[in-house]
């Protein structure tokens, strides 16, 4: 048993898959090759944005949205103290220092609550990260943000068109970004990622950064930028992917439903299925568990061939490199999540025996 098996995925789409690399190869245009250009509309079709951006990787659209609005030293940043590092490490590239603040203990996504008493002269931008696959709370960061002269930058890499009201994750602030590293629920064959935004004059910026800040003509340079971009069979393997995101995304919710049905009587021994906000949904990039006793959980589904993951063992305000270059409030919360939540195998092509062999090991833990 894998944690996540692809290898159903691309049977289902290996026709159109090998039919578009195929074209890559014979035109040899693998850099801004006009699959680049489909992939951009494709996506901001799905997102409902006015631009994508596709670039390199998700930590790389993060960078470039914070070096777009020229974020760097003196600015502070604040942000969940629990996520994966990349969410800190860019802010700490550019420069500034990042402000962690604890998670709302339900959803582990950035608690609304303790962001305003984090706010100083300094602050510059909120950065929420939509963990496991649902938005934050983006319309009361939003608010908070208009109030004192904020950006918003969601950091989407788990989350990549999840349903908010109206709307899709990756466009529910100034700027969204996210990751299309091949375990996300959409996924390249490499590193990739893409920025969402419906501003023109951010969008060109960002097209310039990522391109080492090109200006008129290919050496001119109008601003600092770096190499940013995503290649053309990287993109050819997305717009592939997206025709089918759609009813995997239904097969997520699926599984996660199935889940959470087996799951719920285990409440009593502590155990904890995830929380869902009543005007959102998710894409479900993990179906995370709390559990009292972690270690002994994942050693008994082991025993039982059923792999296990463990999204994130410590906070970023605990990472070592990060002790001196950041500030961190009370984060009690992101510290008690580190320590017990663990992650069961999720991706939309997992069969129903599968499943129940999954179930049953997890019930079986506590029987």
Not at 14 to 28: A, C, F, S, W, Y
Not at 59 to 84: C, K, N, R
Not at 210 to 232: A, E, F, I, T
Not at 273 to 287: E, F, H, K, L, N
Request: a neutral charge; hydrophobic letters at 40%; aromatic letters at 8%.
């Amino acid at each position: 048993m894998q944690f996540i098996d692809l290898k159903p995925q691309y049977k289902a789409l290996k026709t159109e898959i090998d039919e578009r690399i195929q074209r890559v190869l014979e035109h040899g245009q693998f850099i801004l090759g006009p699959e680049v250009r489909e992939c951009e509309e494709n996506l901001k079709k799905f997102i409902g944005s006015k631009h994508a951006i596709t670039c390199s990787n998700g930590t790389i659209a993060l960078q470039m949205a914070l070096m777009a609005y020229g974020i760097g030293p003196g600015d502070e940043v604040i942000t969940t103290a629990f996520s994966f590092i990349a969410t800190a490490e860019v802010l700490v590239l550019v420069g500034a220092t990042p402000v962690f603040v604890d998670v709302n203990p339900e959803t582990y996504n950035i608690d609304v609550k303790q962001i305003e008493s984090a706010i100083t002269a300094k602050t510059k931008a909120i950065m929420p990260v939509s963990l496991y696959g649902q938005p934050a709370d983006m319309d009361e960061i939003n608010a908070i943000a208009k109030r004192r002269g904020l950006i918003v930058i969601e950091d989407a890499a788990q989350s990549f068109g999840a349903p908010y009201k109206n709307h899709r994750s990756c466009n529910l602030s100034d700027i969204g970004c996210t990751s299309f590293f091949p375990a996300k629920p959409l996924g390249c064959f490499g590193d990739g990622g893409a920025i969402f935004t419906n501003d023109d004059a951010l969008a060109e910026k960002l097209v310039s950064i990522r391109m080492h800040g090109m200006g008129s003509h290919r050496y001119q340079h109008s601003r600092v930028g770096l190499n940013g971009r995503l290649d053309s069979l990287q993109c050819s393997v997305l717009s592939a992917k997206l025709s089918r995101y759609p009813w995997e995304l239904e097969r997520r919710n699926t599984i996660a439903a199935k889940y959470t049905q087996a799951f719920t009587e285990l409440s009593s021994y502590g155990v904890r299925t995830p929380t869902i906000a009543a005007d959102r949904g998710s894409v479900w990039a993990q179906y995370t568990l709390w559990v009292p006793d972690r270690a002994k959980f994942q050693s008994k589904l082991q025993e039982k061939g059923v792999p296990t993951a463990v999204h994130y063992p410590m906070t970023m305000a605990d990472q070592p490199a990060y002790q001196n270059v950041s500030r961190a409030h009370d984060i009690r919360h992101a510290r008690a999540a580190a320590e017990h939540v663990v992650s069961l195998p999720m991706y939309p092509d997992m069969t129903p025996d599968v499943q129940s062999q999954i179930i049953e090991a997890v019930r079986a833990v506590f029987s």
